[in-house]
């Protein structure tokens, strides 16, 4: 009882869910924090059954189980899918090569919770068997949530092209990269579904930009602060669309945690207003180099019917040269990571119950 005096009568009077408080249905609160006094006290606690009923100077009764005592004392707060801190983190040595069946996840199933818990918990997942036909990489976001349409539209083909608009739609090897940096908010999940593979070359590449990152902060702390307290501009153009987003490269929230990476040679703009710029180029540099390095990129090669779906805040994806004689077409998509947390957490409950 005496652990009780320490929590704070205005949280227990905000924490009431009685009709007066709450919506019954939806839960929501129906009064605002300029409801709640500064003058509030707690004159009189008594157990109930299931935990405490405190009887409040504005004459206010507010009953709270155990559980919510529970976590008040213990200062508990939920899990948060964005941080470094909910991640495993990996190498080439490490990445998890786990393969997931289409045909198990078509349905709410513990295959579709196993694929969304590696997505977040590594940044990726691999499915095979994805039927080979257009448009079909949307019934697989569709498990969990909804396309981002973008200017590229719902879905975007990857493959060589005449006059290409975006060096990925050649046969040139790309570096790894974040998709969209130019865009904010950027897509948080892509899906890449091969629909022909018919050439020499053309590997995938996934590295855990969250743990380049960390390594980085770990080798040269300077070269960190740097690119997660500067902005830096990407920029995407073509005669239709312009779009411009200033970002730190690697974004971290109020307890230093790692929640966000945003690399790409393509579109990241020179850091022409930096005073220091050498300094700038050097932490630029010193990121390049983890990113870059074999050691911490897991390739495979998508075949023909094979999707890869990724954290875009975190994973960095690139692909080697191919060769121009045979074909190679992936068909993409974005979505979200809110929607794949949000079905995450209510698979977890159907399971558990
Ligand atoms: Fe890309
Ligand atoms: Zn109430």
């Known amino acids: 009882m005496k652990e009780l005096e320490k929590i704070s009568a205005q949280l227990i009077r905000d924490l009431c869910s009685c009709r007066d408080c709450r919506d019954e249905i939806s839960g929501q609160r129906m009064r605002s924090v300029m409801d709640l006094s500064p003058e509030l006290l707690v004159l009189d606690v008594a157990a109930t059954s299931s935990g405490f009923r405190f009887t ?37 040595d490490h990445a998890p090569r786990t ?11 513990h295959d579709l919770y196993q694929l969304l818990d590696q997505l977040l ?46 060096l990925a739609f050649t046969n040139l090897a790309i570096a790894p990269h974040t998709d969209n940096p130019y865009r904010d908010p950027v897509p948080t999940i892509q899906a890449l579904h091969c629909l022909e593979s018919s050439v020499t070359g053309g ?18 702390p300077d070269a960190f602060d740097i690119l997660s307290n500067s902005l830096f501009n990407f920029e995407y153009r073509n005669p239709t669309t312009y779009l411009s987003a200033s970002a730190p490269i690697i974004k971290v929230d ?26 700038v180029y050097d932490a630029l540099r010193s990121f390049a180099i983890l990113v ?19 954290d875009n805040t975190r994973t960095l994806h690139a692909r080697t040269a191919f060769d121009s004689g045979g074909k190679r077409h992936l068909q993409g998509a974005y979505a979200d990571l809110d929607s794949a947390i949000s079905k995450h957490a209510i698979l977890e409950e159907m399971l558990e119950a």
């Open 121 to 166: 918990v590594y940044g990726f997942a691999l499915v095979e068997n994805l039927p080979v036909r257009d448009r079909a990489v949307i019934d697989l976001i569709h498990r969990f949530g909804y396309e981002r349409v973008t200017n590229y539209g719902d879905i975007f083909d990857v493959r060589v092209e005449n006059n290409p608009n975006n």
């Open 292 to 310: 870059n390095d074999a050691r911490n990129c897991h390739t495979f090669k998508l075949n023909t019917g094979d999707c890869v779906i990724f």
């Open 56 to 92: 409040l100077n504005d004459k206010h009764e507010v009953e709270l189980q155990r559980d919510t005592i529970e976590e008040i004392l213990e200062g508990f707060s939920d899990i948060n899918w964005r941080s470094e801190a909910s991640k495993v983190l990996w190498d080439r």
């Open 203 to 220: 590997n995938s590449g996934l590295v855990d930009g969250f743990r380049a990152a960390h390594l980085l902060r770990e080798e040269n």
């Open 254 to 279: 109020v307890t230093g945690e790692i929640i966000e990476v945003r690399w790409n040679d393509r579109s990241m703009q020179a850091p022409i207003s930096e005073i220091q710029v050498d300094i």
């Open 99 to 109: 393969v997931f069946h289409w045909s198990d996840i078509q349905e709410d199933s």
